[in-house]
T-cell receptor, first 115, second 114 residues
Framework: DVKVTQSSRYLVKRTGEKVFLECVQD?????MFWYRQDPGLGLRLIYF???????EKGDIPEGYSVSREKKERFSLILESASTNQTSMYLC??????????????FGAGTRLSVL | AQSVTQPDIHITVSEGASLELRCNYS??????LFWYVQSPGQGLQLLLK??????LVQGIKGFEAEFKRSQSSFNLRKPSVHWSDAAEYFC????????????FGQGTTLQVKP
């Protein structure tokens, strides 16, 4: 089975802190994604990576950055956390670079609270 | 622009009753369509998918969905709901360009009454 692991289930941070959310997948997948999930808004794509050191902005990239130094690991960075970034963050991966038929495999999520 | 709409934010059904969750999409070509389920405190799990062919697709846990091009819909159904089906359900469509990215609907929360 594909496993996507997010390092923290719950995080509490202070406004202005730099926050790292880590995601690791164990199936040699090409594509990795970071989503934000808020009630009534579904999942919104923050960033997408289709290869090591490659990244592409999603629908709501403002206030976030990402890093993909190794194929299996995709990190989401909040440079200066703000209260409006309190949310559930979900990481996902898919096998191939090109293919609309790809099934996305999700981690369990990180619930971040910024105080 | 592509979009996915789940008209029902919250649905409550009795255990053993039938279930239908609605999903409407906006997309010019034949879409790739998905239903995911999220149990409390968990990530999303794929229930079923439609790429082409037979418009009635079967998924896990006894769920099925029907693609209706004329109505731009991909509704999820289950004949008899179990208490363990209580969860949030998301419909999604593959974005144009075959990038592997998805557009998700807002989600429908299912509550099951004993």
């Amino acid at each position: 089975d594909v496993k996507v692991t997010q390092s923290s289930r719950y995080l509490v941070k202070r406004t202005g802190e730099k926050v790292f959310l880590e995601c690791v997948q164990d199936m040699d997948h090409e594509n990795m994604f970071w989503y934000r999930q808020d009630p009534g808004l579904g999942l919104r794509l923050i960033y997408f990576s289709y290869d090591v050191k490659m990244k592409e902005k999603g629908d709501i990239p403002e206030g976030y950055s990402v890093s993909r130094e190794k194929k299996e690991r995709f990190s989401l960075i909040l440079e200066s956390a703000s209260t409006n970034q309190t949310s559930m963050y979900l990481c996902a991966s898919t096998p191939d670079r090109v293919g609309g038929r790809n099934i996305q495999y999700f981690g369990a999520g990180t619930r971040l609270s910024v105080l | 622009a592509q979009s996915v709409t789940q008209p029902d934010i919250h649905i409550t059904v009795s255990e053993g009753a039938s279930l239908e969750l609605r999903c409407n999409y906006s997309y010019g070509a034949t879409p790739y369509l998905f239903w995911y389920v999220q149990s409390p405190g968990q990530g999303l799990q794929l229930l079923l998918k439609y790429f082409s062919g037979d418009t009635l697709v079967q998924g896990i846990k006894g769920f099925e969905a029907e693609f209706k091009r004329s109505q731009s819909s991909f509704n999820l159904r289950k004949p008899s709901v179990h208490w363990s089906d209580a969860a949030e359900y998301f419909c999604a469509v593959g974005r144009s360009g075959n990038t592997g990215k998805l557009i998700f609907g807002q989600g429908t929360t299912l509550q099951v009454k004993p």
